[in-house]
């Protein structure tokens, strides 16, 4: 069973940073692609991110390019989600996912297989 645990949420000012984690127990990312998704109360998890962590090849929604930043540490046991010039509309709970697989990453929630429990980001205006 492929757990995921996220971390690195909090509370800051429009304009300020926060760097998310998405770290696997027991394992490497080595062969997978994860995703980060966000949502808001009442509605669908919104695609934030993804990366093939076999060769480090990004996405961004195009909302979040230019000020997020995903990578996975040399280890490849955790992968980052580096978010810069925060918008109060970046609010929600962020998840991140895991998809057993190389090649492009999706842009679609139901392409992963394992979720994390999500970590709260909060921006204030």
């Known amino acids: ?16 940073s926060l760097r998310l984690s998405c770290t696997a127990s027991r394992f490497s990312f080595d062969y997978y692609r994860i995703g980060w ?13 993804c990366i093939s ?17 995903i990578a996975s540490n040399n280890a490849k046991t955790t992968v980052y989600l580096q978010m810069n010039s925060l918008e109060p509309e970046d609010t929600g709970v962020y998840y991140c996912a895991a998809d057993l697989g190389i090649g ?12 994390g429990q999500g970590t709260q980001v909060t921006v204030s205006s």
Do not use: H, N
């Open 53 to 69: 962590v076999s060769d480090g090849s990004a996405r961004y929604a195009e909302s979040m390019k230019g000020r997020f930043t």
């Open 1 to 16: 069973q492929v757990q995921l645990v996220e971390s690195g949420g909090g509370l800051v000012q429009a304009g300020g």
């Open 104 to 115: 492009t990453c999706q842009d679609l929630s139901i392409s992963y297989d394992f979720w």
């Open 37 to 49: 998704f966000r949502q808001v109360p009442g509605k669908d998890r919104d695609w934030v991110s």
